[in-house]
């Protein structure tokens, strides 16, 4: 028989892609997600006609919809993928970070042993790389001590080691994969790297004048989050539980993220300065593109995360570097300049409408 999943978080860049994954692997795929008055079911609205793809209405801060979704679907497969992701907003909202977190993930948890499923379904925890924080060791593996650095990170931290003591206490097959940054053309656009990606479309097309960055020297792990899905649920097929490190093994700057993702852009830039100072300028024009803003510095920030993909290659057989830097860079560019394209073609459409209108061409 086919097997069953539940996807926490399936609106989001990962959720849409797992689903994409497990349904092609023949799984019923069921999501969970949040009520609310805007739709952000973009990323998964070419999936919603599939018979074997499910959403309920569920939230990880309400114990009670956890409870009745799990009781409902009784799954052999549950992936937490919902959270406060974004580490800037965690500074804003800590208490909201804590609940989603840390305590949603003990309420998945607890929720599975309730439901008299511990021995029958398999959950991953989706961990992440901010656990490392003020980094005692480079590169980072599953050994590597955690110093979380951000209230997102001391709250993913709880989730982390619930889920261990669930796997300890209760016999329970439930893991962490510690995923190192990963990107995709549906990374929402208040992410760094697709704030880049968008802004470098944007501003070869004439559609913006400048782009801010913070820090430009902070170093990250990039992989591609179509490639780590995969991951994810290799994780769930292992014969024992295990906590793996999701990464490519490959470090690279902000800076080196933005001078790739405007040439591929069109637009070569040479950088000028240091620090708060550093500016990135057209090579061709000479105009500032790029400049550095202290409202997007963190109150501590991560500056050197750098993953070791060793465990996951050896014991799972996982190819970290199916997708390059490089590659996964262009496919965020590619789509941006596409999406902006039509953005500008929709203006040009509706403009010359309103002028038809007024002067009466149509009615």
């Given at each position: ?109 607890e929720a599975v042993r309730q439901c008299g499923l511990a ?42 080691w619930i889920v261990r003591e669930y796997r300890e206490a ?194």
């Amino acid at each position: 028989m086919a097997k069953t999943a539940l996807i926490t978080g399936v609106t989001g860049q990962d959720g849409s892609y797992l689903s994409e994954f497990l349904l092609e692997k023949g799984y019923q795929v069921h999501g969970t997600i949040r009520r609310s008055s805007v739709d952000f079911r973009e990323r998964i609205a070419h999936l919603e006609d599939n018979p074997a793809f499910h959403l309920h209405y569920a939230d990880l801060s309400d114990s009670l919809s956890i409870m009745q979704v799990i009781a409902k679907v009784r799954p052999d497969e549950i992936y937490n993928l919902a959270a406060q992701s974004h580490v800037q907003v965690s500074f804003d909202c800590p208490e909201y970070t804590a609940q989603v977190d840390a305590t949603g993930v003990l309420r998945i948890l607890e929720a599975v042993r309730q439901c008299g499923l511990a021995d029958k379904c398999r959950i991953y925890q989706a961990s992440t790389s901010e656990l490392y924080g003020k980094v005692e060791q480079v590169p980072q593996n599953e050994e590597t001590p955690f110093h979380p650095y951000s209230p997102y990170a001391v709250a993913k931290l709880y989730g982390f080691w619930i889920v261990r003591e669930y796997r300890e206490a209760y016999n329970m097959f439930c893991c962490s994969g510690i995923l190192f940054n990963h990107e995709s053309e549906r990374r929402g656009e208040t992410f760094v790297t697709r704030k880049i990606t968008l802004a470098a479309a944007r501003i070869a097309q004439g559609k913006q004048d400048k782009l801010y960055l913070g820090n430009l020297s902070s170093m990250r792990d990039w992989g591609y989050a179509r490639d780590y899905v995969e991951c994810m649920w290799l994780i769930l097929q292992n014969e024992k539980p295990e906590d793996f490190v999701i990464a490519t093994g490959e470090q690279h700057s902000v800076r080196d993220f933005a001078t790739l993702a405007f040439r591929y852009a069109g637009i070569e830039l040479r950088w000028e300065g240091e620090g708060a100072d550093e500016k990135g300028i057209d090579v061709k024009t000479g105009k500032v593109l790029v400049e550095v803003s202290p409202d997007f510095y963190r109150p501590t920030d991560v500056v050197n995360l750098w993953g070791d993909p060793s465990k996951a290659r050896r014991e799972l057989g996982w190819n970290p570097q199916k997708t390059s830097f490089e590659q996964l860079v262009r496919l965020m560019v590619d789509s941006d300049m596409e999406k902006v394209a039509i953005e500008r073609a929709d203006e040009h459409i509706k403009r010359n409408l309103v002028e038809y209108l007024e002067k009466g061409i149509v009615k």
